[in-house]
């Protein structure tokens, strides 16, 4: 069974930045595509950035050069490092790994920018 549990929310002013973990647990490989989503109240759930085997990463046009989306294969742990916080980035964000065409969720982190 695969568990992932983030954490490193939480309320920042903007301009500010904040770090999401997310830990994984089971049947995980370093091979499987790792991500981290948003939802904000009233809209669709996003991508926001997502890292695959290699190290290759891509990222939602709104967060390219604030957002950097990294991995520690050995802690099975990605890491959303966020910069330049804006009012607009405020949503749940959550953890997601891509297992056999599976997609598991974490419970998600609340992320509050204020202005």
């Known amino acids: 069974q695969v568990q992932l549990v983030e954490s490193g929310g939480g309320l920042v002013q903007a301009g500010g930045s904040l770090r999401l973990s997310c830990a994984a647990s089971?049947?995980?490989?370093?091979?499987?595509?790792m991500g981290w989503y948003r939802q904000a109240p009233g809209k669709q759930r996003e991508l926001v950035a997502a890292?695959?085997?290699?190290?290759?990463?891509n990222y939602a046009d709104s967060v390219k050069g604030r957002f950097t989306i990294s991995r520690d294969n050995a802690k099975n742990t990605v890491y959303l490092q966020m910069n330049s916080l804006k009012p607009e980035d405020t949503a749940v964000y959550y953890c997601?790994?891509?297992?056999?065409?599976?997609?598991?969720w974490g419970q998600g982190t609340q992320v509050t920018v204020s202005s």
């Open positions: 890292i695959r085997s290699g190290g290759n990463t």
């Open positions: 997601s790994i891509s297992i056999l065409g599976y997609n598991y």
């Open positions: 089971g049947s995980i490989f370093s091979i499987n595509p």
